[in-house]
């Protein structure tokens, strides 16, 4: 029998130690969570296992007569097989296992009849006589009902069980009464752990148990005075020096180290962690290469995670969440999640962006906060606001509007808009400053993101950044008399002139080439629909498609495709901005990051363009093109949809296709690698570097960028991490690996810790 594991019925609020409703990325006791599913299935002789992704296809498992389906979250000790021997005996289109409902946690509840059979399901809140079970998270399906497409595109249990028994199909309850454990939150992963140590949850430990409760692996020292309560699980590779305590229920994943004095209990640590001098860990929870100062204080239930730094005398509070590689700065007191920034509490922005959970870090109240200490900063001033039109950014957008509108400035509202439309409405109308609430999607993961816009149309600033952080955090807000608050004005026909913009920008009077356009979001597809059969109007009828591009949330291009496979990477994308921006739209002035191919530079000189250097992340991108006035190659970079419409534009005035101009692009043969690097050995790796290579070409643009006969290399410390990204571009393959291998031996040597 074949096996698919799919995604929990149960929403998984383990952030910042797993994407959204994704426990299988966990750990548990040092384990991968999917690699123990996946053993536990082996045991009972699964052949294949399939891992579900969202709209994946099970037409591959028609002919199969029942396939295994587990959830990704659970940890249990369930004899398959005699699940399996129900099923059939009760010739079942589906099988559930069930629990007995014990706490508040879990999914849907089943209605179960005399006969075992599942009727319905009731809300987790509804109790009687025949709903005290809850799916388990295994199930037996039959092929016929494996086909069922889930809810809104998603496949989980819940989703499964729903389909089925609106196909009216016979389900059998298998009530279960060997342990589990479903992982969906900080308690239940907590418990998980606590229940493998206590015995109550079948589970192979690699250690040896040195007595009860107690399991140690190889290679773990232990000096004299250290205390140890049971049960606990340290793992190989762990120091425990003197008079540490190490409490019980605690987990000691690989490598860690725990110093003198420090006191770890009811805690779960991961890979690679110091513990220092002094420090207490009481019911917390560490991803990997955690550094835990001298003195500090972790709380109940906080949750760290991986590459962070906590320094000496820091207090993190109870439930308090730290995203990755962030610096808790010596002596804070952390009441807040730290999400955005990447310093202690000091700071809310990154790149000039704020991102955060929904409803845990970025509330309403959060962003009314916010609102007000804009208005406050902007006293009385022109204010900008828009958004996404998803549910999550409307809410925001109107607890952002209250902020505002109470502190006396006047609020133009944009209403639903992306983001090029802010930046060109903003400029239009003078505004002092706009703010903007997206959702971002990366890695499928939805995270409410907002930006604030200078009255340019740049990024937040640093002078600016300074000022609202110092408002928001000293909680010094102007509220305005009554008579001084003012209804919000409505721009949000503005768009239209958004539109119009980029059609004056087309040359063609008539098209016999064609695009397509792709966005998740309802407000980009929005301003694309009026746009795109404005151009089809002058457009021939059935004619070839010649690129497919993707649109981010924010408007901006993710990829752009051909239809005969040719996908543009990063520098390739760059390198048609730069064709458009000197050929189409004949300008005699660009911008280059610094990292940008040098055949592409080589390029620009030979047609007597002039070159100006900037840096190579897209928020000093964009800011330079802004501030040097380079509006025409801003839009192409950063407006996807201006990007389109002037490639189509390009190509049907020059009757060329695009895998024709996919020829122009140079080649680039590049290398990026990153190397683990503190902060504080950023600056003396550079130094050293310019002290070395003084005589050879170099720019110092941004990190340094050294030049040989065969290419170059970029060393270049990354601003919100703690690592040096190292960049090569070689004139053939084996040229580009020889100088990323010098040049990251000779950055790991310099950035290891004296």
Same mark, same amino acid.
């Given at each position: ?5 799919? %995604? ?11 994407? =959204? ?20 299935? &082996? ?49 079942? #289109?589906?099988?559930?296992? @069930? ?5 508040? $946690? ?11 059979? *599942? ?14 079970? $809850? ?43 060997? +342990? ?70 605690? /987990?000691? =994943? ?5 110093? =003198? ?25 560490? =991803? ?18 991986? #590459? ?16 990755? %590689? ?34 845990? #870090? ?49 609020? /133009?509202?944009? #209403?639903?808009?992306?983001? +090029? ?51 928001? /955090?000293?909680?010094? &807000? ?33 098209? *016999? ?88 530079? !080589? ?19 964009? %800011? ?40 122009? @692009? ?21 130094? !050293? ?20 006969? %065969? ?6 410390? $990354? ?23 010098? &040049? ?5 040597? @310099?950035?290891?810790?004296?």
């Amino acid at each position: 029998m074949d096996a698919i594991i799919i %995604n929990s019925s149960d929403k998984v609020t383990l952030s910042p130690l797993c994407r =959204a409703n994704d426990a299988s990325l966990l750990t548990v006791m040092g384990k991968p969570v999917i690699d123990i599913i996946k053993d536990y299935l &082996f045991g009972f002789g699964v052949k294949k296992i399939f891992v579900y992704k969202k709209d994946d296809d099970f037409s591959f498992f028609s002919g199969k007569e029942s396939v295994i389906v587990v959830e990704n979250n659970l940890i249990t000790s369930e004899d398959i097989n005699k699940v399996i021997a129900v099923h059939n005996e009760n010739c079942a #289109d589906m099988t559930v296992v @069930l629990r007995t409902v014990t706490d508040g $946690e879990g999914n849907m509840r089943v209605n179960l009849n005399s006969s075992n059979i *599942i009727t319905g399901l009731s809300n987790s809140g509804y109790r009687s006589a025949n709903t005290e079970f $809850e799916p388990e998270g295994i199930f037996i399906v039959n092929k016929s009902a494996l086909a069922l497409i889930a809810e809104n595109g998603e496949l989980n249990g819940t989703s499964i069980l729903k389909s089925a028994l609106n196909q009216k199909k016979r389900i059998y309850g298998y009530v279960s009464q060997r +342990p589990s454990n479903t992982i969906s939150s900080l308690n239940s992963y907590k418990k998980c752990h606590s229940e493998i140590m206590n015995n109550r949850l079948d589970f192979r430990l690699d250690g040896h148990m040195v007595k009860e409760g107690l399991w140690i692996e190889e290679n773990v020292i232990l000096e004299s005075g250290v205390r140890i309560e049971t049960p606990a699980y340290i793992s190989r590779g762990c120091r425990i020096e003197r008079g540490a305590k190490i409490g019980g229920e605690t /987990f000691l =994943a690989e490598n860690c180290t725990i110093k =003198a004095n420090a006191d770890i209990s009811h805690s779960i640590i991961g890979r690679n962690c110091t513990l220092s001098e002094n420090a207490i860990i009481s019911g917390a929870v560490l =991803a990997d290469n955690v550094n835990v100062g001298m003195n500090s204080v972790l709380n109940e239930n906080v949750i760290v995670g991986s #590459d962070c730094r906590i320094e000496e005398n820091c207090t993190l509070r109870s439930g308090i969440r730290i995203w990755q %590689n962030k610096r808790i700065k010596k002596g804070t007191r952390v009441n807040d999640n730290l999400v955005w920034g990447s310093v202690g509490t000091e700071h809310l922005f990154r790149d000039g962006k704020l991102y955060g959970e929904v409803n845990i #870090d970025i509330t309403p109240e959060f962003i009314a906060k916010l609102g007000s200490a804009l208005g406050t900063m902007f006293n009385g001033e022109r204010i900008g606001l828009g958004y996404d039109s998803a549910p999550v950014c409307m809410m925001l957008a109107g607890a952002a509007a209250s902020g505002i509108i109470s502190s006396g400035a006047r609020l /133009f509202s944009f #209403d639903d808009a992306s983001l +090029p439309v802010m930046r060109s409405g903003t400029k239009y109308y003078g505004l002092k400053m706009s703010l903007y609430i997206n959702q971002s999607d990366s890695d499928g993961i939805y995270y409410p993101e907002i930006e604030f816009i200078e009255s340019d149309g740049s990024n937040l600033g640093t002078e600016n950044t300074k000022i609202l952080e110092g408002i928001f /955090f000293n909680n010094v &807000f102007y509220r305005a008399d009554v008579a001084n608050i003012r209804e919000a004005m409505s721009v949000k026909e503005f768009r239209i002139s958004y539109i119009q913009s980029i059609l004056n920008i087309i040359k063609s009077r008539h098209f *016999i080439m064609n695009m397509e356009l792709q966005t998740k979001s309802e407000t980009v597809s929005d301003i694309l629909e009026v746009l795109l059969s404005e151009i089809e109007r002058h457009a021939d009828k059935n004619i070839k498609k010649q690129f497919i591009t993707e649109l981010d949330r924010n408007g901006k291009l993710c990829s752009i495709r051909g239809t005969e496979s040719i996908t543009l990477d990063k520098n390739q994308f760059l390198s048609a901005a730069i064709i458009l921006l000197t050929e189409h739209f004949e300008t005699k002035e660009a911008a280059l990051p610094v990292s940008a191919p040098r055949m592409l530079e !080589n390029r620009l000189k030979n047609a007597g363009i002039k070159i100006l250097k900037c840096g190579t992340s897209d928020e000093e991108f964009l %800011n330079f093109l802004i501030k040097n006035g380079l509006d025409e190659q801003f839009r192409l970079c950063f407006d996807g949809i201006y990007f389109s419409v002037a490639l189509l534009d390009y190509l049907n005035s020059r009757g060329i296709e695009f895998s024709e101009f996919c020829k122009k @692009l140079p080649i680039f043969i590049h290398r990026e690698i990153e190397i683990e690097c503190p902060n504080s050995r950023k600056s003396e790796v550079i130094k !050293n570097l310019y002290s070395k290579y003084k005589n050879s070409k170099t720019d110092m643009t941004e990190g340094i960028k050294i030049y040989s006969n %065969n290419g170059w290399v970029l060393v270049l410390p $990354e601003k919100y991490r703690h690592c040096i990204k190292i960049i090569t571009e070689g004139y053939d393959t084996e040229a580009a690996e020889e100088l990323s291998t010098i &040049f990251t031996n000779q950055v790991k040597r @310099l950035a290891k810790l004296n």
